[in-house]
Nanobody
Framework: QVQLVESGGGLVQAGGSLRISCAAS????????MGWFRQAPGKEREFVAA????????YYADSVKGRFTISRDNAKNTVYLQMNGLKPEDTAVYYC????????????????WGQGTQVTVSS
């Protein structure tokens, strides 16, 4: 099993930046693609970004491309989401996810989920 714990959420003004982190622990980390999802009030959970095990492949939702950057540090078992140019519509609970396989796998059906961290962007 893999356990995922997010941190770094908070309140930020529109146009600001925030970096959230996901610390992974458990039996296996190598070989896992990682991703971020978010869920706003009254909305369905949506995909945000994904990264391959090696970090060589990334994929972003159109709504965040050019503003958000996903990265990972396997030595620290940690995945990051750097969020720049934040907008009020980015307000959501952000969830870390992991799956065996590639970025397509984690986008489609992640196996493991974190507890979520709240990101609120004020206008």
């Amino acid at each position: 099993q893999v356990q995922l714990v997010e941190s770094g959420g908070g309140l930020v003004q529109a146009g600001g930046s925030l970096r959230i982190s996901c610390a992974a622990s458990g039996r296996t980390f190598s070989g896992y693609a990682m991703g971020w999802f978010r869920q706003a009030p009254g909305k369905e959970r949506e995909f945000v970004a994904a990264i391959s095990w090696s970090g060589g492949t990334t994929y972003y939702a159109d709504s965040v491309k050019g503003r958000f950057t996903i990265s990972r540090d396997n030595a620290k078992n940690t995945v990051y989401l750097q969020m720049n140019g934040l907008k009020p519509e980015d307000t959501a609970v952000y969830y870390c996810a992991a799956s065996e396989g590639n970025t397509a796998t984690v986008r489609r059906s992640p196996r493991y989920w974190g507890q979520g961290t709240q990101v609120t962007v004020s206008s």
